[in-house]
């Protein structure tokens, strides 16, 4: 176990450590509050941390690149790793309000019978979630969501917090994990915590730093055209109470995004139902919805495109 500076975080690199430390709080009569991260930490993730530090004696942060959640053709090389930076930042949160720990494992401590990125290839045990997990991002990605699950199935099972901490940007991936803390009797608490935002609108990310400031700037179109598609559901339902189709809603965000940049590709905008995710005709108030989107837009520094994710919430 080795402890970072001044502000005494104890980093964790193996499973093992992590119980200890786990097991200590128990004894202690002490909760834990964990919130599972890739790193390149941001506000996004500070604001999970924020509040697990407030709801509980103990937070701890793990900081692992996940590959299974990675195509073979996707970004897990490039995605950025800033360990260094990560820990200053946990560091410099305000003294007396820091997190205990940091989960950094190696890839062979997660993956024990070993990992490729291949799917008809890999061994050993992967978690599915059935009927959330193939639409909207799942339909880009295939194997995401069972990374996703796999990865968070383990973290629960070596941290066993009280609270789990989750942000939502990553609406369908809230779901997901909603459903596998149920289907699989996990014994956590699962918090959603709301979207931060750049002073543009964009969605802070940590996929962001592959943007030039040019990019940055036109992507804050994005939660443009949705809040513009969620101000047009509010402002119907206030006039009628009754359900909105979701056709106007989507004609009011494509009419936004008439003017994006060329070099900008949307992949999808879809409504879906807030907790199955099945797409919807109309949105009626007090059901709700989720209104999502992929865009794809240049990166700054090498070919290709990075792919950003977006979400509103309707009531
Ligand atoms: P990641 O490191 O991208 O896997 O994200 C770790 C956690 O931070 C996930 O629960 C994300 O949903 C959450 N998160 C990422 N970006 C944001 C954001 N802009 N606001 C709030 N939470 C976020």
């Known amino acids: 176990m080795t402890t970072a500076?001044?502000?005494?975080?104890?980093?964790?690199?193996?499973?093992?450590?992590?119980?200890?430390?786990?097991?200590?709080?128990?004894?202690?009569?002490k909760t834990v509050g964990f919130i599972p991260t890739m790193g390149a930490l941001h506000s996004g993730h500070c604001s999970l941390i924020s509040q697990s530090l407030k709801d509980n004696h103990h937070t701890i942060v793990s900081i692992f690149v996940n590959p299974s959640q990675f195509a073979p053709h996707e970004d897990l090389e490039a995605y950025p790793r800033t360990l260094e930076s990560d820990l200053k930042i946990l560091e410099d949160f305000p003294k007396g309000n820091v997190v205990d720990a940091v989960f950094v494992p190696k890839i062979s401590e997660m993956y024990?019978?070993?990992?490729?990125?291949?799917?008809?290839?890999?061994?050993?045990?992967?978690?599915?979630?059935?009927?959330?997990?193939?639409?909207?991002?799942?339909?880009?990605?295939?194997?995401?969501?069972?990374?996703?699950?796999?990865?968070?199935?383990?973290?629960?099972?070596?941290?066993?917090?009280?609270?789990?901490?989750f942000g939502q940007k990553d609406a369908q991936q809230c779901v997901v994990i909603k459903n596998l803390v149920k289907d699989l009797l996990i014994d956590t608490n699962v918090n959603v915590l709301p979207t931060l935002r750049e002073s543009n609108g964009l969605a802070l990310s940590s996929r962001n730093a592959y943007l030039s400031d040019e990019v940055r700037d036109q992507s804050s179109i994005i939660y443009r055209a949705l809040s513009n598609g969620k101000t047009f559901y509010e402002t119907s339902t206030k006039k009628t109470n009754q359900p909105v189709k979701s056709s106007d809603i989507l004609n009011e965000?494509?009419?936004?995004?008439?003017?994006?940049?060329?070099?900008?590709?949307?992949?999808?905008?879809?409504?879906?139902?807030?907790?199955?995710?099945?797409?919807?005709?109309?949105?009626?108030?007090?059901?709700?919805?989720?209104?999502?989107?992929?865009?794809?837009?240049?990166?700054?520094?090498?070919?290709?495109?990075?792919?950003?994710?977006?979400?509103?919430?309707?009531?």
């Open 5 to 29: 500076s001044s502000n005494t975080i104890k980093i964790l690199r193996t499973v093992q450590q992590v119980r200890q430390w786990r097991r200590q709080c128990l004894l202690n009569g």
């Open 112 to 165: 024990p019978s070993g990992i490729t990125l291949e799917v008809p290839k890999q061994k050993g045990a992967f978690v599915t979630v059935q009927g959330c997990s193939e639409q909207l991002e799942g339909a880009s990605r295939p194997a995401f969501f069972r990374g996703v699950a796999t990865v968070v199935t383990k973290l629960l099972n070596i941290v066993t917090p009280d609270q789990v901490y």
């Open 253 to 315: 965000i494509h009419h936004t995004l008439e003017s994006k940049p060329d070099n900008f590709n949307i992949e999808y905008i879809s409504i879906n139902h807030p907790q199955s995710l099945e797409e919807l005709e109309f949105v009626e108030p007090g059901v709700g919805a989720i209104i999502s989107t992929a865009v794809r837009v240049p990166k700054e520094k090498e070919e290709g495109e990075a792919r950003l994710i977006d979400n509103v919430v309707l009531s």
